[in-house]
Structures are given as C-alpha cells and as structure tokens.
C-alpha cells in the first residue's frame, strides 16, 4: 500500500514516495511520472513552460553552476564557461574524444592520457559527472516544485550502446545529485514502454526502435510476448544526431557564404550563433520548405530539397544500422510488426520517410519524440514503485564477457548478444604445486586472444591453501545485473577464499570501436583458429613437461638407467618442439613422451595398489 504524507508548507495530501521517470539527453533532459489519479505518464512541467530543460550548464563568474534555458543563453555570449553536450563525455578518455575536440567550444583538458576526460572552467575541474549531476540537480528541484513533494528516486535511461563505466558514471551522477537511482535503463525500452507496447499480455509483437536525437543514434529490435519485453538486438553510434545535422547545415553555409572557417575558429560567439541558426534552420525545415535568415551581414538560406541532400549521407548511416541490427536479429523487415520513432531529429520528414521505406510501413510518430523516453522511465519506475508487476525486462551483451587463461587465451563466460541479467559460472584449477594466488584477467572482445580484446579489470584471488596442481576448485562467476554492470567473483570451493570485484572501466567503448571488434573478430577468425591450437598445444606440453619431471623426482628407482636417458630426450625434444610455431610437432613430441613413460605410470601405480593391500587383513 502507498503511503501517505501531508506536506506541511502546503498542507497538501502527497505520496510519500514518488519515483520519477528521468531521461537525462545529451541535448536535453527532463522528467515524468506516473500521474497518481489518471495513472497515464505524464512530463513535468512549470506552468506554460516547456517540459524540456536544455542539457546545458553554465558557470558564473563565482564558479556557480546554473542549467536549463537560463544556461543555454550563454552557449553564444559565454562559449567558455557555458557546457553543452556533457553526455558525449560520459566515462570516456580525452584520446577517446580527441577526434571531436574542434566540437566543443569550452575547455577539455588535453592531457592525451587514458584517464578520464575532465572539463575546465575558470581554475576549477569538473568531470562529466560532475556536469551530470548539476543537471540532475536542477530536474529534481523542478519535480520536487512542481510535485510538492521530496523526490529522492529515479530511473534514469541512457542509450543502449552505454557501456559498464558509462552506466555507472550516470549512477554516481543521480548519486551527486542526491536521488537514489533505482535502474538504468536503455533508452529504447523505455520509449517502447511508453507506447504501452506489451500491456496486453497476449499479445506478440516484434518492434523496432529508431532514436534519432540530438547527438546518439540507436536502433534496437525488440520483441514482447507474454508481458515480457526482450531485446534482440541492438545497434547504432554513439557520433551521429541532430548536432551532426546542424554541422552539415554550418558547413554548407561556409561554402556557399564564404564565411571565413579559420576566423571562426577564432570567434567562438560567432561559431555558435551560426550552429544555433542552423538548428533553426532545421527546424523550421520540419514544416516548411525554405528558410532565411541574415546572421552578421550574411543572408543565410536553406530549401528543404537542399538539407535532404545534405543530410541523406547521415540518413544512410542510420539505415545501415538498422540492417545490422536485423541481421543480428535474425529477422527480415517484413517480420517487423510496428516501428517507433524517439527523439526530436525523427521529426526530420526526410528521416521518417527513410524509416518507413526501409521497414516497408508506416512509422508510429504519436507520441512527442522529445517526451516518450522520459513517459518510459516513469512507466519503469511505477513498475518499480510496485504498482505494476506484470513486466520484466530483458536486454542484451553487445559483446563477449570472459577471463585469461593459460597462454593468453579468451575462455568466454558470457558470449554476446546474451540476456541481461545474467549468471555464469565456470570452475578453473591451479597448474602449479603450493600456488596460493590466482590473478583472474576479466576481458571483453570477440578475439580468442585476451591480447587483441580489451581489459576491463583484474584482481588476484589470494589465500589458496597449499594444494598439488589441479587440486583447488576455482569457480568463476560473472554476474551482471539489470543494469548491465558486470560483477565478477572467484571462490576456491574446497577453502572457500574469495574475492569480488565490481567492473567500471575506464573508460568506453564508441559503437565504431565495437563494431570494429566485431569485425576484426571476423577477419582474424582462421589465424585465431591456428594460434587457439598452438597455445593449447604448448600449454599442453609444458603441462605433460611438469608432470614426467615431478614424477621421475618422487620415484627414480622405478626407472632403468636406460628409461631415464630416453625420458630425458624425449623431453628434451618437446622441449625444442614447444618454441617453435607448429602446432602437429608439438603434439607428436607429446605423444613420444608418454609412450616412454606409461609403462613407468603403471607400473608405479601398481606398486601404490600393492602398498594399499599389503597392510589389510582379508
Ligand atoms: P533529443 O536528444 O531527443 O532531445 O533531440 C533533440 C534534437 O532534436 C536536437 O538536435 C534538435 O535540434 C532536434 N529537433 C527538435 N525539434 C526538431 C524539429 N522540429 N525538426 C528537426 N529536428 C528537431
């Protein structure tokens, strides 16, 4: 049952604990909920205001943060201390960014290190987070105005390409902010939740969401059936969205004004009044078919035919996702039974028809692309709140998730595209005599060598008792949780040591770079193939090299003079065999040298069972 409360500055009855639906964009934010009385999603919103707070922060001259509409005036007269686009920053490294840099019209430190990206402003230092969570702050504020009510729970959606760091700076951010971030959850499944797609439980439908908005693109297959949402796939960039559409608009203008490029560079103000007249070109295009404008002397035009063929090269890209997304899926456009359009750029006529051709139907556009995302996360968060029990929600890995073992190689715990959440468990031994530690090497990749994947976390697994190789049971568990964060465990089951360790990385991965994991992965796949065999061949023989040595230590008078000399050579040549690069060599050696010692085995075995009986009375 809820509980009620009375407000006492207002007198008025309330909730006592309302979760809140946040999306938090790269170009804006805003906040829902679940209306208590029509039990519909609502945005929030001051009165004749829009629901929409610009994702933008600027500092005054005393360092104090202020977001929103008031902050986005400053993006043309305070470029420097004006932040927009923070999102983009999320969990990654200035080399990460590097690319963009020429982007951003505020100071990114460029210390071309892996560390994680941190923004300048005056003489203090924020990073992303930081700048997250003042935005954050503000939006809670505003729900707590307009609810009348403390708002100290949310769910916060972000795009499905987010990886473990990603999500977890996004959390630490509500945590700055002070709300308790209850899920994360992928932008597509929310906006698909919105549509009240699946609230009939008999229902079975397979959709598609487009999210075009202001600098990410994700298109994701679901499929609902049984009152469960199911991601099939997933694809998209992290790079491309209506800010793109605007630089194609700015730099159509350079060339045909004759604007000088390196003067803007310069003239920071001037570079945003162009950008910002260039959304406004854009929009405008949505519902007209020319526009004008004068900026600084300059007459400034655009036909709707002429932003279709600017914007057609980006259109395409997204369409090419979305085949990818399909072949992943394993599905044709036909077996597509609705489309979702989310984000403010699906309002682009040229992009909803590209859409609806590519599907072969026509996209669903009602609800407002700005809001849907944010209605999701509130129709999650009732679900959350307890209200609403009949969903379950399910995404995907966008890659493999897997441990270092002998020789550098990838042993896949949970391979891509599996379910989320997810537990694995695998059991590892030891392969040496007395080893007390065990470094677990957690990697993410498609390659069968850790070396071409990428590392996410290491930890060391301690205090093994004692114990012969192969002994200790080492069981490896990956667990990641609904929202996507992975955690690893090793426990030794015969001591019960154990150690966890919560994975953040870094710092991300950009949907370019998986792709081209995915990709490498393809091409390398033979090579893969022939080193695989060669690190478990040699793996196999220093292995068989540890064991004859042990045993002819611990029993030399089972041997002839004779048996130890050829031992000895046969080991020798394995030995030889073992630092070149062939794969069949190093398997005949191996199987010279145990058909020299399996007498020997025998025969010692023997004399164990013989030991054995001796003392019993039959
Ligand atoms: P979002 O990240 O979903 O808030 O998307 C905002 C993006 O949508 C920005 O790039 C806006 O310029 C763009 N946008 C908003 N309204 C329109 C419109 N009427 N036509 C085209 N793009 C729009």
Request: glycine share 8%.
């Amino acid at each position: 049952m809820a509980k009620i409360g009375i407000n006492i500055a207002t007198g008025s009855l309330q909730q006592a604990e309302m979760i809140v639906g946040i999306d938090l964009g790269t170009t804006n934010s805003l906040v829902a909920i679940i209306h208590p009385e029509s039990k519909v999603p609502v945005a929030l919103k001051e009165f004749n205001s829009s629901s929409l707070v610009p994702s933008v922060v600027h500092f005054d001259g005393f360092g104090n943060p202020e977001v929103g509409e008031a902050a986005k005036q400053y993006l043309e007269t305070d470029p420097a201390n004006t932040i927009f686009s923070a999102k983009r920053l999320m969990g990654k490294s200035y080399r990460d960014v590097k690319e963009h840099a020429d982007l951003f019209t505020y100071k990114v430190i460029d210390d071309d290190t892996e560390s994680l990206v941190k923004v300048q402003v005056g003489d203090k230092f924020y990073s992303p987070i930081d700048l997250s969570s003042f935005i954050l702050k503000e939006l809670k504020e505003r729900a707590e105005h307009i609810l009348k009510t403390p708002v100290n729970k949310a769910v916060i959606t972000v795009p499905a390409y987010f990886n473990d760091a990603q999500r977890q700076a996004t959390r630490d951010a509500g945590k700055l902010a002070g709300l308790d971030v209850l899920r994360i959850i992928n932008e597509p499944t929310a906006a698909s939740l919105a549509y009240g797609l699946g609230i009939n439980k008999y229902e079975e439908k397979t959709i598609a969401v487009y999210d075009l908005g202001g600098g990410t693109f994700d298109i994701s297959i679901l499929k609902i059936a049984n009152g469960i949402f199911e991601v099939l796939s997933t694809n998209g960039d992290t790079y491309l969205g209506g800010d793109d559409l605007d630089r194609a608009i700015v730099q159509h203008w350079i060339k045909k004004v004759g604007i000088d490029h390196n003067g803007l560079k310069i003239n920071k103000i001037l570079a945003q009044s162009l950008r910002l007249k260039a959304e406004e070109a854009k929009k405008y295009l949505s519902d007209h078919t020319v526009f004008q404008a004068e900026l600084n002397g300059d007459q400034l035009s655009l036909s709707r035919d002429e932003f279709n063929s600017l914007i057609q090269p980006l259109i395409d890209r997204t369409i090419d996702c979305c085949k990818k997304a399909m072949t992943d899926a394993g599905l044709q456009t036909n077996d597509i039974d609705t489309v979702v359009m989310v984000g403010g750029s699906t309002r682009v006529p040229a992009v909803k028809e590209a859409v609806s051709t590519f599907f072969g139907k026509p996209v669903n556009d009602e609800v407002n692309p700005d809001e849907v995302v944010a209605l999701g996360a509130a129709v999650q968060a009732d679900i959350l709140a307890g209200n609403n029990t009949d969903f379950l929600l399910l995404d995907i890995t966008p890659l493999s998730l897997g441990i270092e073992t002998m020789g550098g190689l990838m042993d896949v715990l949970i391979p891509r595209n599996s379910k989320i959440p997810s537990r694995v468990g695998r059991q590892y031994t030891t392969h040496k005599d007395g080893q007390s530690g065990m470094r677990i090497s957690v990697y993410q990749g498609e390659r069968d060598l850790v070396k071409d994947n990428r590392k996410l976390a290491e930890f060391n697994l301690t205090g093994i008792p004692g114990m012969p190789a192969g002994l200790p049971k080492v069981e490896v568990q990956f667990l990641i949780d609904a929202d996507g964060i992975l955690v690893v465990k090793a426990k030794e089951l015969r001591s019960g040591v154990e150690q966890s360790i919560e994975v953040k990385p870094q710092y991300g991965l950009t949907d370019q770079e998986v792709e081209q994991m995915l990709l490498d992965s393809i091409t390398h796949a033979k090579d893969d193939m022939v080193t695989r065999a060669l690190v478990e061949a040699r793996t196999e023989g220093e292995q068989i090299l540890g064991v004859t040595e042990k045993f002819i230590a611990k029993n030399p008078d089972l041997m002839t003079k004779e048996e130890m000399l050829a031992t000895a050579n046969a080991m020798q040549a394995l030995q030889l065999a073992l630092t070149m690069e062939d794969k069949n060599l190093i398997q005949s050696k191996i199987e010279e040298l145990n058909e020299i010692t399996r007498p020997f085995a025998e025969r010692a075995m023997d004399q164990a069972v013989g030991a054995a009986l001796k003392g019993k009375t039959l």
